[in-house]
């Protein structure tokens, strides 16, 4: 298989050349056809709580929910993608960590796609503000014989673990897991910048969507928002919807951690669905309006979630003049991979995780997915 477009960091016409799922070689394209579309990686999101009605916090887990959502993100352009759990009862999380083995076991698509489970809590602040919409009742102190539990349950597919460090003995707990290959990320949090600095110290290296999940009043300085970003070894998961963070928040994000800096959906099982009022197990009544914010229906000014995926946090990345379509594409493939441990790229010898796609002024619109080398998803004209 050969794939043309132009390459998405540097805008040349390139070759991309694919066998048995594999990029073999990547070579500029002389007399290249008018009009190309970009070609880059796969997109990976770090963080999705569920899309297009499926969703991975309902209990139990509705049978091939993780089947029908990595199909359907293939329209997204995402490839890679890691199911996330949030914080819940002791034998929910356990339940949705079955049901997320029990896909991947039967179905290879999904177990391709899914490169690890992002387990969202429980161990995070029970503060009003800090806990985000994580219900109270289940939050709970850092406890790594019940992770070693839910490890089990998932298959050891927990990668990734939010959590805050101002619990004690916080920093033992993060050693523990980074020494089991669990990327240990500080979110949801009202811990002091000398907890967020030693559990960074401990080896926490990320930070769960950078500046939501946070009080609405802090000190002005010292605060946990500029620890995380004086930490250097912290990259930061940003929501670049335009409704979670204001640009100037986005930009100074993006200028401190540099290529630290990346993007998640964080989507919520509502993504992708028409706009109208929905009933949800965690917000109760919510909306979603037809500018894509999603809203507690009760209080307009409270967003219930992101309802929004990868090509749109691209889009608007790229629209408000915050990056350049190349370093917004990596923002959402590249760094992310990177950090968790796996080769997304155009290189040789690196999984044929591929995506084109138009950038203009109507955004970025995905015209075909290619996942280990096969064709998955094709644009409609």
Same mark, same amino acid.
């Given at each position: 298989?050969? $794939? ?22 990547? %070579?500029?394209?002389?007399? +290249? ?46 490839? %890679?993608?890691?199911?996330? /759990? ?11 960590? *079955?049901?997320?083995?029990t896909e991947c076991d039967a179905d290879p698509v999904v177990k391709n796609a899914v490169a690890g489970v992002h387990l969202e809590g429980p161990f995070i602040s029970f503060e009003d503000g800090a806990r985000g919409a994580h219900a109270k009742q289940f939050v709970r102190t850092p406890d790594f014989d019940l992770l070693d539990r839910? @490890? +089990? ?15 004690? !003995?916080?920093? /033992?707990? /993060?050693?523990?897991?980074?020494? +089991? ?7 949801? %949090?009202?811990? %002091? ?21 946070? =009080?609405?009043?802090?000190? &002005? ?6 620890? @995380? #970003? ?10 670049? !919807?335009?409704? =979670?963070?204001? !640009?100037?928040? $986005? *930009? ?17 099982? #509502? ?22 914010? #999603?809203? #507690? ?30 370093? +917004?594409?990596?923002?959402?493939? /590249?760094?992310?991979? &990177? ?13 044929? !995780? ?17 996942? =280990? ?9």
């Amino acid at each position: 298989m050969r $794939i043309q477009g132009l390459h998405y960091a540097t805008a040349q016409p390139i070759a991309i050349d694919v066998t048995d799922g594999v990029i073999r070689s990547v %070579t500029p394209l002389p007399n +290249a056809p008018a009009d190309l579309p970009y070609v880059g990686p796969g997109l990976v999101d770090l963080q999705v709580n569920g899309y297009l009605g499926e969703d991975f916090n309902a209990f139990p887990v509705a049978p091939g929910a993780l089947r029908r959502a990595a199909r359907a993100l293939w329209a997204q352009g995402t490839t %890679t993608f890691f199911p996330t /759990v949030i914080t819940n009862s002791v034998e929910a999380i356990e339940g949705s960590m *079955r049901a997320i083995t029990t896909e991947c076991d039967a179905d290879p698509v999904v177990k391709n796609a899914v490169a690890g489970v992002h387990l969202e809590g429980p161990f995070i602040s029970f503060e009003d503000g800090a806990r985000g919409a994580h219900a109270k009742q289940f939050v709970r102190t850092p406890d790594f014989d019940l992770l070693d539990r839910w @490890q +089990a349950a998932a298959g050891g597919r927990i990668r990734i673990l939010t959590m805050s460090p101002e619990w004690p !003995d916080s920093p /033992v707990f /993060v050693e523990r897991c980074a020494k +089991a290959g669990i990327v240990v990320s500080v979110g949801h %949090t009202a811990a %002091t910048p000398e907890q967020v600095a030693a559990a960074v110290a401990a080896g926490a290296r990320m930070i769960t969507h950078f500046g939501n999940g946070a =009080h609405l009043m802090l000190p &002005r300085h010292p605060n946990y928002l500029w620890e @995380q #970003l004086a930490q250097d070894d912290l990259s930061a998961c940003l929501i670049a !919807d335009g409704f =979670h963070l204001p !640009d100037q928040v $986005i *930009r100074v994000a993006m200028r401190v951690k540099g290529e630290r800096a990346m993007i998640v959906s964080d989507a919520v099982s #509502l993504a992708g669905l028409p706009a109208g009022e929905y009933a949800t197990p965690v917000g109760g009544k919510v909306v979603l309006t037809p500018s894509g914010r #999603l809203h #507690l229906a009760e209080n307009p000014k409270l967003l219930a979630g992101s309802a929004q995926m990868l090509p749109w946090g691209v889009s608007h990345l790229v629209k408000r003049g915050l990056a350049t379509v190349g370093e +917004a594409w990596a923002m959402a493939s /590249v760094r992310p991979a &990177r950090l968790v441990g796996f080769a997304c790229g155009l290189e040789v010898g690196a999984q044929a !995780d591929l995506v084109t796609f138009r950038a203009g002024d109507a955004g970025v619109i995905i015209e075909q997915t290619i996942k =280990h080398g096969d064709p998955v998803y094709a644009r409609s004209n």
